[in-house]
């Protein structure tokens, strides 16, 4: 019982003894608390300084000083062209593909002044409606984009005269082909001559009578020979 006595009572001693009290000095370094280092911060991203912006050169519209000619071209297709060969041969090189369709072509043979004069080759150059191409397609579209254009010529070629000798030259040309199969051919009459639809009336027979494309042959070589807006080649 002694020795529990003694221990409560050291116990309280050291309960409330003061700080200064030998029994409660504690070591520093049971008391600090250890110093955390935090970890370095990543280098802050700078961007690269920009290039220097070069300065605007800003030119009013009432500048005089400022040439037309260093402005690009208005990228309007309704804009008007100048009257120039250049200019024509690009305008009708929008219409080519359809003409080009149908075996024939256009090409300018002269530009006298406000006056531009075509011609009509190929299948174009013989087909009855050719007057009509030229007048509403390529002189309309020439006019629309080129307003100096005061008039377009269609250009004939000289051809011989629309005689019977000269259609039995084309003819000729073809019997050898049709007297194998046993038929003939022969100009039965020509109508029209001077006007702006002159005729030519055929007559074949034999076998090869009934084929559309041996007519067809001998009616695009007669309209070619003359070279006559609006010649007709017709059967009897």
Known sequence: MLLVSRGLRLLLVLLIAPSSSPFLAIPSFAITSPTITPPPSPPSQIPPPRPPRPPLHVVSPFDSSSSPSSLPPPADDDTPLDLTLENVEAVLDTMRPYLQADGGNVKVIDIDGPVVRLELVGECGTCPSSTQTMKMGLEKKLKERIPEISDVIQSIPTGPDLTNEQVNVVLESVRPFLAVAGGSIDCVDIQGIGSTQPTVLLKMEGASASLKSVKLE?????????????LKVNWD
């Not at 001998?218 to 609006?230: M, N, S, T």
């Open 218 to 230: 001998i009616q695009q070589r007669i309209q070619r020979h003359f070279v006559l807006p609006g």
